[in-house]
């Protein structure tokens, strides 16, 4: 069981917009930047948002993070076939002197 | 910067896993950076193992999970890091990452190829 609590699965048709949510605590998300991987099939987890809400160089800017206490929140607007991937949210945990991520979001484009 | 990674991809159970990330295009001393494995598996998902970085001295931080059998080393002289777990067992078994955190926040920019690791007799 993750530390971070995502939904296991999210969908939307193309063009559309999605929020894939991820809650924490007040030593993880509560008190810590939050980043937001990709992950495509057999490939490693790429880079799309850090510090909360800054995107990498190259990452557009259909892509998004914010932060609200204890949860954070990816959206995507304008949702592409290629955007079909797991996405994983992941923080520093103060408490366990860790770094933890989330059990990960499915994202179907229907 | 790339990151690239060697070491076998079978284990025996009680043995060492071992891996070697090659670093290019940045520094393993950075005075920013962190040098991070991840390892991830369909039952326990991703999961940080631990870190080295260098700030006037090395430091390391590893995971609760397995502090106990894990070292992560910095090799100035050939610009790496490496990753030995002792004590293997078949819940070891996953896809291994050598990981970059360019700032220390967390932010994990550039990931290695990835070396599936499996705990196997």
């Known amino acids: 069981q993750s530390v971070l609590t995502q939904p296991p699965s999210v969908s939307a048709a193309p063009g559309q917009k999605v929020t894939i949510s991820c809650s924490g605590s007040?030593?993880?998300?509560?008190?810590?930047?939050v980043s937001w991987y990709q992950q495509l099939p057999g490939t490693a987890p790429k880079l799309l948002i850090y510090?909360?809400?800054k995107r990498p160089s190259g990452i557009p800017d259909r892509f998004s993070g914010s932060k609200s206490g204890r949860s954070a929140t990816l959206g995507i607007t304008g949702l592409q076939t290629g955007d079909e991937a797991d996405y994983y949210c992941g923080t520093w945990d103060s408490s366990l002197n860790a770094v933890v991520f989330g059990g990960g979001t499915k994202l179907t484009v229907l | 910067v790339q990151l690239q990674q060697s070491g076998p991809g079978l284990v025996k159970p009680s043995q060492t896993l071992s891996l070697t990330c090659a670093i290019s295009g940045d520094s393993v001393s950075s005075n920013s950076a962190a040098w991070n494995w991840i390892r991830q598996s369909p039952s326990r998902g991703l999961e940080w193992l631990g870190g080295t970085y260098y700030r006037s001295k090395w430091s390391n931080n590893y995971a609760l999970s397995v502090k106990s059998r894990i070292t992560i080393n910095p090799d100035t002289s050939k610009n790496q890091f490496s990753l030995q777990l002792d004590s293997v067992t078949p819940e070891d078994t996953a896809v291994y990452y050598c990981v970059r955190d360019p700032n220390g926040d967390i932010g994990f920019d550039i990931w290695g190829q990835g070396t599936m690791v499996t705990v196997s007799s």
């Open positions: 007040s030593s993880n998300i509560g008190n810590n930047y």
């Open positions: 510090d909360n809400n």
